[in-house]
């Protein structure tokens, strides 16, 4: 993802005529993230948030003039601001109808939301510090935006006092702007959805899209996931998987597009990483990808989601479950010789590696928020390194040969390089510590039977020297996966 994509944030967007956002900047980044929000689902259950990360940005900020040409395809919906926040101060009632009030009606009437709604915005008036207390200007200001932008059905319009080192009307103001974003957010869930009922009503029709249903989807699941709304999140991923199985087995333009693993580095599992914005951009640009990455994608995502509700069983058993399912897939494919049984160690062991900070030593009574699903992940993560192991065992015989899931062309690439074959990265160390075996394998995966924390031998990377090593991250081992 690019940065503005990692940490998606609900946007409040700011308008200054007035430049007194320094003012007033403090105070408002104090509040965040607003906390204890309570925001309405589908189904009209209000979901408690903790934390609502919250993001100012200047209107004419960069990014959102770069947004703002796609602010009205349901894909962009999620990345649009959430509210519309003006700025206003000035002590002369002539002044401001002369310089600042036709600028607002341009901007405020008539105020249409890309979604075709209204905008919520709130006008906030500040005193300036520097008048005397005893000045009516202020007052005279005030009142005159009330009368220009309120109305009866609505108080849009807010004030803030500055004095003596204290300001007042910020609990009023903050009160305002999370009603305005979970006003939006609601209006924009229920618009997501009758998207996504008209794209699967019209999935028989022919030329239908399985890409366009995805980007929706997926627009929406990330917004959730943003909101803290994480089973309603996860729930998003579980349909768009179960509607790209049956897109699949339904035949089509969808099944007939090559079912991928035929790419270097396609012998090391990515399950617990989704590149969410290559993913979205190579469905956009091609309105496909391979089977191979795209169901690695949405476990990774429903994994993620799952690890942030503190569910570790979970993911290790529908972990172990996908490696089986998947590895079937794999060997009705025509892929290069023995790359399923390289792609389900490397995946055993991500799930191992990934998991494994919450069993070791853990317990109900030492873990009192995970309680007896850590005992449960320490389970499954015994079953994946047994399963690692006995997957590694003739991946390592075979090392000397070069072939593990590597096409002839793949054997002869020196890694790091050398002149050794890429496939002996799997089972060999640059750094072995004293103790250990050479290949580090055996004592690793006895450490996690035994829940005894684990520190990994540094491993060769498997890419091609001219490769991006960023991909790499600190997890120090060979496996493209960065544990969470």
């Not at 109808?97 to 939301?113: A, F, H, I, S, T």
């Not at 008209?198 to 627009?219: C, H, I, P």
């Not at 031998?457 to 600190?474: H, Y």
Request: glycine letters at 6%; charged letters at 25%; one cysteine or more.
């Amino acid at each position: 993802m690019d940065a503005d994509d990692s940490e998606p944030r609900f946007i409040i967007s700011v308008v200054d005529p007035t430049n007194v956002w320094g003012l007033v900047s403090d105070v408002l980044l104090s509040r965040l993230p607003f906390r204890h929000v309570h925001l309405k689902n589908k189904f009209g259950n209000l979901v408690p948030i903790s934390e609502l990360h919250v993001q100012y940005l200047n209107n004419d900020d960069a990014l959102l003039r770069k947004r703002r040409p796609h602010a009205k395809q349901p894909v962009t919906w999620f990345r649009n601001p959430y509210a519309l926040l003006v700025l206003v101060s000035g002590d002369s009632v002539e002044e401001y109808k002369q310089n600042v009030r036709d600028g607002l009606r341009r901007l405020l009437d008539p105020p249409v939301d890309p979604l075709g709604g209204p905008v919520e915005w709130i006008i906030v008036y500040v005193r300036p510090s520097t008048i005397d207390a005893l000045s009516k200007g202020p007052s005279k200001v005030f009142a005159a935006l009330r009368n220009d932008f309120s109305t009866r059905r609505r108080e849009r319009c807010m004030r803030l006092d500055f004095s003596g080192g204290l300001v007042t009307g910020v609990d009023d103001l903050e009160r305002q702007l999370r009603d305005a974003v979970k006003s939006t957010f609601e209006a924009r869930a229920a618009a997501y959805d009758e998207e996504v009922r008209r794209l699967m009503a019209m999935r028989k029709a022919e030329g239908w899209s399985f890409s366009t249903l995805f980007l929706v989807k997926d627009s929406l699941a990330a917004m959730l996931e943003a909101a803290g709304c994480l089973e309603d999140a996860l729930r998003e991923y579980s349909e768009l998987e179960a509607c790209y199985s049956e897109a699949i087995a339904n035949g089509g333009a969808l099944a007939a597009h090559p079912f991928g693993g035929d790419e270097p580095g396609d012998d090391q599992a990515c399950l617990l990483t989704a590149a969410w914005r290559e993913m979205r951009g190579s469905v956009h640009e091609r309105g496909a990808v391979p089977q191979f990455r795209f169901r690695q994608f949405l476990f990774a995502c429903q994994a993620r989601i799952l690890l942030k509700l503190q569910r570790p069983t979970e993911v290790a058993d529908r972990g172990m479950k996908f490696v089986a399912a998947f590895g079937e897939l794999l060997a009705d494919a025509q892929l290069p010789p023995q790359l399923r049984e390289a792609w389900a160690f490397s995946a055993c062991m991500s799930l191992v590696i990934a998991l494994a900070r919450l069993a070791p030593g853990a317990s109900p009574s030492t873990s009192p928020s995970l309680g007896p699903t850590v005992s449960d992940a320490g389970h499954q993560l015994s079953t994946a390194a047994t399963l690692a192991e006995r997957l590694g065992r003739p991946l390592q015989r075979s090392a000397s040969a070069g072939n593990i899931g590597d096409s002839p062309e793949r054997k002869s690439r020196p890694v790091n390089g050398s002149a050794s074959p890429s496939a002996r990265s799997v089972a060999s160390t640059s750094t072995a510590a004293p103790s250990e075996a050479s290949d580090g394998s055996s004592l690793r995966l006895d450490a996690l039977r035994a829940q005894r924390p684990v520190t990994l031998p540094q491993r060769p990377s498997r890419l091609d020297p001219s490769a991006d090593r960023s991909r790499l991250g600190n997890a120090g081992t060979y496996l493209y996966l960065q544990p969470l």
